[in-house]
């Protein structure tokens, strides 16, 4: 334990340090500030408005930039060390390679995940000093939904960093990982069904084994809960999940989806060749 949390501190350190983290904050805080200065907590939407509408709008910008955001800082992590000649150290040390990797985990994603969550907790301050009601219910849901998707995508990215032998390798499957879950979304998708005449519930049962699908879905339901903008697709979703099912299912199947990737990339490199 002792070995984790020194692990934990020197990475946090090292991250604090690091350009990215900068442009990290600089991003979330920045998000934060422009819906607040573009006046969207006074507008209304569909019975949204407030604080309630400008976590709507940040919940979706969030999901199209900390999946890939969290990707490519974290891949270089393990393949930066080896890279870097690292593990050679390492080995001479008297620390585990269980203590150092679970450290550079949780290290990184108190990292990834305060700059979001210290974001959203300033904009309910805010609000409330502004006297605007704050949706805790939502504020609390949209949380979680962030927490599982960071650990969603830093286990991905610390198996693909575990596996590959270089950070080029490892930033080129992470952008094309990246890619891939973004394009089916709706296009892929949309083009297997309409030219294959596939039966819609497949269709939707292999598109909720997409983590951002999942996260996206998630976040229109707390803005829809009826899902009216995804038609007949919300038919199949409630019919397999039910309404506070699919609730959870958005933060049980992130989660369990990055801790598998984080464990494989653990039994990767502790069988592998670290040099």
Known sequence: MKQLLLTLKLDIAESLRARWFLIYVLVFGGIVALLFSFGLTESRVLGFWGLSRLLVTYIQLTMAILPIFVLITTVRSVAGDREAGVFEYLLSLPISIGAWFWGKIIGRYIVIFAPVFL??????????????????????YYTALLAAMALCFLGLGMFISSVAHSTDTAQGAAFMLWLVLLLALDLILLGVMIQGHV??????????????????????????????????????????????????????????????GALAGYFSLRRGDLL
């Open 199 to 260: 039966d819609p519930e497949t269709i939707v049962t292999i598109a909720l084994a997409n983590p951002l699908q999942v996260f996206r879905t998630a976040a229109l339901a707390m803005f829809d809960p009826q899902l009216v903008v995804l038609g007949p697709s919300a038919y199949v979703i409630f019919d397999l999940f039910g309404e506070w099912g699919f609730k959870l299912y958005a933060l049980a199947y992130p989660t369990l989806l990055g801790i598998l």
């Open 119 to 140: 974001a959203m907790l300033g904009a309910a301050a805010w609000g409330t000093w502004q006297e605007i009601e704050v949706p805790w219910a939502i504020f609390g």
